[in-house]
């Protein structure tokens, strides 16, 4: 059957184009119809494949998602608000969130073209930056909403509020809001939990935090965070998904909450997740059967 599909590519990424290319070509002598970025279009001088985001998101059965994890990421910042579904088609690194690699896509668009996948919901984040009582930027996450020091890194103050209680105030070199999904990334550098994604929590985890006793927090996702950078912070920075970077100020608060939207990845088999962590994090040891 045949599809509208949506392709966004990893700009930084040698070999980017060329890939989009030969799947380009490919999908359509399936008789499918491909939209592309105004970038991608200049590329490989097919203007009369592009379209902006909202059309592509507006009227694509899905997107792909031609990179690693990262470009899974503003995919996902990308669409949500549109609910199409996402693959990810990996020649990055780990490829957590990415679906079948690159040298397997013909197989693994097969089964699209036949609606041999099912689909899987994901937390995303709202961040809301508020200065002087205004909100002045929006953005989504996927993985994780991160405050932390510009340049020579010091400890920076961040007053912490949960659901409207004061948690605590962060001495550290920065903090990690990260979604189940965004578990695995840097949050899990940090010293925070594996979170399996289909809980609904949020994992606070400080970065290299000044007191031993200041530990990781899983909350609610329907809680609501509000953190105040505090005075001789010095200059801090406000960074979604690794991806898109804010300047802040002394006095700002960053609001994090559960987004309205969610990310859907698509997905060709059962994934299990644990064995994926054994294969993505080298965990190592005899392989049993569970018990009956």
Not at 103 to 109: A, I
Not at 238 to 263: C, F, H, M, N, P
Not at 271 to 279: C, E, H, S, Y
């Amino acid at each position: 059957m045949s599809k509208t599909m949506g392709i966004i590519v990893n700009r930084e990424k040698e070999g980017a184009v060329q890939y989009a290319r030969g799947v380009i070509q490919w999908l359509e002598k399936k008789e499918n119809r491909v939209l592309v970025t105004n970038w991608l279009g200049n590329r490989i001088h097919r203007h009369d494949l592009v379209a902006d985001k909202s059309e592509i998101g507006e009227i694509s059965d899905l997107v792909i998602s031609l990179g690693g994890d990262g470009t899974l990421c503003r995919a996902a910042r990308d669409f949500a608000p549109y609910e199409v579904p996402l693959l990810g088609i990996n020649f990055g690194g780990l490829g957590f969130l990415t679906e079948i690699p690159i040298s397997r896509y013909r197989q693994g668009l097969n089964k699209i073209l036949a609606d041999d996948y099912r689909t899987e919901k994901r937390l995303m984040l709202e961040a809301n930056l508020i200065r002087n009582k205004k909100k002045i930027e929006t953005c989504l996450a996927l993985n994780d909403v991160v405050i932390s020091k510009r340049g020579i890194p010091r400890i920076i103050n961040l007053k912490t509020f949960v659901g409207g209680e004061f948690i605590t105030t962060y001495s550290a070199d920065g903090l990690v809001i990260s979604t189940p999904t965004g578990s695995t990334a840097y949050s899990l550098s940090t010293g925070g939990p594996v979170v399996h994604p289909n809980l609904g929590v949020v994992i606070l985890s400080p970065i290299c935090a000044h007191t031993l006793a200041v530990r990781p927090l899983v909350i609610p996702e329907t809680d609501e965070i509000d953190v105040i950078v505090e005075p001789s912070s010095g200059k801090t920075l406000l960074t979604i998904d690794g991806q898109v970077v804010y300047d802040l100020k002394e006095e700002d608060i960053i609001r994090v909450k559960k987004a309205s939207s969610q990310a859907t990845l698509i997905r060709l088999k059962e994934k299990f997740f644990f064995r994926m962590l054994q294969t993505k994090l080298g965990w190592t040891g005899i392989s049993y059967k569970a018990p009956r």
